[in-house]
Each structure stands twice: as C-alpha cells, then as structure tokens.
C-alpha cells in the first residue's frame, strides 16, 4: 500500500556497531537508514537480507498492508471452531497469523451456530488508529461475546484490552472518528429500549488504557439501529450509518462528533447506500477532512461508487462481476478491499489508478473472509 514516508527514528537499533551488517558501506547505519526511507519498500524488499530486515524494524517508518478476520466454512464450522487472524504482506504476498489473543479470559466468537449454519453471526471489528479493534460479538450462550474491546497493535505486535462497556452489546452499530470508537443501540442479552437508544465513546488516544473510560453521548430517538449489525462509517468528522443492509427500504442517521447532536442523512446519500460502505481519510491529521471519500459496493450489480457532497448522489466508479455479493468493505491507502462471493475471496481496487484495477485475493486455505482491515505491517524480530 502506497504511502508518503515520514522521517524514521533515531534509536539504539539503528546505530552501526561491529556486531550489526552494514547498510551501506561508509556510511552509519543511522545515516544509511536515512537514505533508505526515500526508496520504497517495495524495491528495498528484493535487495538484500539487511535491507529486507530493515524494512519490517520497529524504527523504519511502516508500510500498510491488509488484515483479515478469517472463519471456518460452514462444512468445517463446529462449537470449537476459533476465529483466526491474519495479515497478507503485500511485499512477499503470504499470508501471516497474528500472535493469539489473551485466553485470559477465553475469546469465544460466535460466527456460526450449528443449529442454523446458514446464519452469519456479526463480529464487528474497527480500524483505528493503526490498530485492530473488536468492539462486538455474540458468545455460544448468545449473549455479548466482548464486555470491553480487544485491541491488537501492529507495530507492537500485542493485543491488550479496552476499558469496559457500561452496557456490552451485540448486533450495534460501530464507528470510529478521530480516534474514538463509537457504539450505539444494540442489544445485550435481551432487547431493551434504553439500551437501543443509547451512544458510548471511548478516546483510544489516551494512551492509559486503564485510566480511560467509556463517556455517555447523546442517544438515539428510536431503536431501529437494533434490527442488524450497522458500520457507522466515520466521513468528515461525522458518523453516518443506515438501518439494514442490502437493497430494502432503510432509514438513515447522521452523529455530529463535535456537537453531541443527530441529524437527517441527506436523501441522495440513502438512495445510493444498497451494500456494505467504508471511508478512506486522512490517518495523519484527524482535522484534515477535504480529502475523505466514501464508498458504496452495490451488493446485486456489483458497482463500486464514492458519494459526492456538493451534488448528494453516488457517482460510479468501477461495475464488475467480482464485486457481486459485496459483505464487508475497508478503504485506505489508494485501495478498496471488498469481501465478497459469499466470503470466499477479497476483490481489492485501486482507486487512484487512471483507470480502475481489480485484482482478486484469496484467503488462506479453509477460512472464509469475516472482514478486512488496511493497517500499519507488524514488526518483526531479528
């Protein structure tokens, strides 16, 4: 994944020593490492083994890559069944797990039940900050899986816990702005009103995961947002989310982040919205919204289109048939991966192109896509 490569850091691993090969001969390794970020990864790669583990460093600035939450299909699915995760290097093209959750307690991730394999069961996870979130789930008792966020940090490379849910929840609507996770509706064990209405926040910038805290935000007027699992898709400091999915008749909803306040979405942006959305934005300036883009996947025609503001409608960008069935969709970095043929691959696009390329992924053997994440490639030890 494409990216404009900041100034890496100077630390104690990059310093030229007589035990450490020499990135460039007549040069410190500091300096060496200088030179090297203004090439891209993508080159250094097939160089030499020094610059290759340069590359994957905790000091060298990261490149992107794309994340997977991976399940059993249906024929192979059963009560032990655990949801896997993994990354696909975009420089080696492999795929590689993650290190294992904490068992403390026990991740139990209700994606099928035997009872009714056909039934997707939601587990909704964010992209934020650079780093992987599970914010909701449904465990075997069906009840909330997730009473706080698992979180797992890229560059390194652990998963820690977020601060507790007031009110743990499932089949919500989950978004991210600026940092912050934002759960609204939902139900817990049972469907109850209050809890259908109501917002949390959580500020994942605070670095004290312990010290932080889920905040009340203002709620909704009705519980409609309880019927299914809901992407509230963060676009230009705001969220914006519609009550089902697919081609029915929906209801849309607008939450102004900086005014505690909901709004009507405008009629052209729910006219268009017939699959699964996401938004590529600025990662590196949460006040930079000029360049924010949102995107649609028509889940029947298998049409990729980004809304235009000024004009409220959907404008095409790319029809094919490997974008039929669209699930889930992640944007970033120039790309949009969509999950699609009923989770048996990724179609990935890129949208910066002057004409629209689509290639397609495919998950590692006997998993099935749940969904796809763009976020900073693990480090790697030496």
């Known amino acids: 994944m494409d990216q404009d490569i900041?100034?890496?850091?100077?630390?104690?691993?990059?310093?030229?020593?007589s035990n450490e090969c020499s990135l460039l001969p007549g040069l410190p390794n500091h300096l060496a490492q200088l030179c090297l970020t203004r090439?891209?990864?993508?080159?250094?790669?097939?160089?030499?083994?020094?610059?290759?583990?340069?590359?994957?460093?905790?000091?060298?600035?990261?490149?992107?890559a794309l994340y997977a939450i991976l399940s059993p299909p249906p024929p192979h699915y059963n009560c032990n069944s655990s949801?896997?995760?993994?990354s696909l290097d975009p420089l080696s093209n492999n795929w590689t797990s993650l290190p294992p959750p904490p068992s403390d307690p026990p991740l139990h991730l209700l994606r099928r039940h035997p009872s009714f394999l056909s039934r997707k069961i939601p587990i909704q996870s964010l992209s934020v900050s650079g780093?992987?979130?599970?914010?909701?789930?449904?465990?075997?008792?069906?009840?909330?899986?997730?009473?706080?966020?698992?979180?797992?940090?890229?560059?390194?490379?652990?998963?820690?816990?977020?601060?507790?849910?007031?009110?743990?929840?499932?089949w919500c609507a989950t978004g991210t702005v600026g940092g912050k996770v934002y759960v609204a509706s939902g139900i817990g064990s049972n469907y109850r009103g209050d809890l259908?209405?109501?917002?949390?926040?959580?500020?994942?910038?605070?670095?004290?995961?312990?010290?932080?805290?889920?905040?009340?935000?203002?709620?909704?007027?009705?519980?409609?947002?309880?019927r299914d699992a809901v992407e509230a898709i963060g676009y230009r400091g705001k969220l914006w989310m519609v009550n089902v999915k697919g081609n029915a008749r929906k209801e849309g909803a607008v939450y102004d982040v900086e005014n505690d306040t909901w709004q009507d979405m405008p009629r052209g942006m729910i006219g268009g919205w017939n699959g699964p959305a996401a938004a590529s934005i600025n990662d590196d300036d949460d006040n930079d919204h000029d360049h924010d883009v949102m995107y649609v996947v028509d889940e029947s025609r298998g049409v990729l289109s980004k809304y235009d503001d000024e004009n409220d409608c959907w404008e095409m960008v790319v029809e094919s048939d490997v974008l039929?069935?669209?699930?889930?969709?992640?944007?970033?970095?120039?790309?949009?991966?969509?999950?699609?043929?009923?989770?048996?691959?990724?179609?990935?696009?890129?949208?910066?192109?002057?004409?629209?390329?689509?290639?397609?992924?495919?998950?590692p053997p006997m998993l099935q896509v749940v969904a796809v994440h763009i976020l900073p490639r693990m480090c790697r030890s030496e």
């Open 6 to 17: 900041p100034k890496p850091k100077r630390n104690k691993n990059t310093q030229n020593s």
């Open 324 to 363: 039929r069935e669209a699930e889930q969709v992640c944007a970033g970095r120039g790309r949009v991966c969509v999950v699609c043929a009923n989770e048996k691959r990724i179609a990935v696009v890129d949208v910066v192109a002057p004409q629209p390329r689509i290639w397609v992924v495919e998950p």
């Open 39 to 64: 090439i891209q990864p993508s080159t250094l790669y097939f160089v030499c083994r020094s610059w290759r583990r340069l590359i994957y460093s905790p000091s060298f600035p990261p490149f992107f």
């Open 196 to 226: 259908a209405r109501s917002m949390e926040e959580w500020d994942m910038k605070k670095k004290k995961e312990a010290s932080s805290s889920w905040v009340k935000k203002a709620g909704l007027k009705d519980g409609r947002f309880s």
């Open 83 to 86: 949801i896997e995760f993994y």
């Open 131 to 170: 780093s992987l979130v599970l914010v909701a789930a449904t465990n075997y008792n069906f009840t909330p899986a997730l009473p706080r966020p698992l979180v797992f940090r890229p560059l390194s490379n652990n998963w820690s816990f977020g601060p507790p849910l007031a009110e743990p929840r499932r």
